[in-house]
């Protein structure tokens, strides 16, 4: 796993960066919006939408990881290779909620490109992008500064 991460820095997929609380914060409020857009969309039983607005939550919510950590992704691939390597290798993520994220990125591609979606995809995406957002709360810091 950690060999992968390593390509994805070779590659320039993924890069050093100082981290930026602002940016972090502002990815944390991104992941919020998207949440909340995807339970009103699902309260409306618009599923595509909540399938597309979870996913975008846990996506803002996992930047904000590797950024407390010094990088920043430049591919989506890699963004789970250093998740995987910076901490589930770490034992501080668990791997389940990673593996959610993957299934996710299906549930995803099938609702945007393929017009495939379901209630209860999108019910699971959702209690999965809320897991996964109140992992990443106990991960960073309440008080940056």
Not at 4 to 15: K, P, W
Not at 23 to 40: G, H, K, N, P, V
Not at 104 to 113: D, E, G
């Amino acid at each position: 796993m950690r060999e992968r991460f390593e390509n994805c820095l070779l590659n320039g997929r993924i890069v050093p960066v100082m981290p930026d609380w602002d940016y972090i914060l502002l990815e944390l409020s991104e992941a919020d919006r998207d949440l909340t857009a995807s339970q009103r969309a699902d309260t409306h039983h618009d599923c595509k939408w909540a399938i597309i607005t979870a996913y975008s939550s846990m996506y803002h919510s996992y930047r904000s990881l590797i950024m407390v950590k010094g990088y920043q992704e430049k591919s989506e691939s890699c963004l789970r290779e250093a998740l995987d390597a910076l901490y589930v290798e770490e034992g501080a993520l668990d791997p389940a909620l990673l593996a959610g994220f993957r299934e996710a990125k299906h549930l995803y591609n099938q609702a945007l490109y393929d017009g495939v979606y379901s209630e209860p995809s999108s019910k699971w995406i959702i209690e999965s992008a809320k897991a996964i957002r109140e992992a990443v709360r106990g991960l960073i810091p309440v008080d940056p500064y």
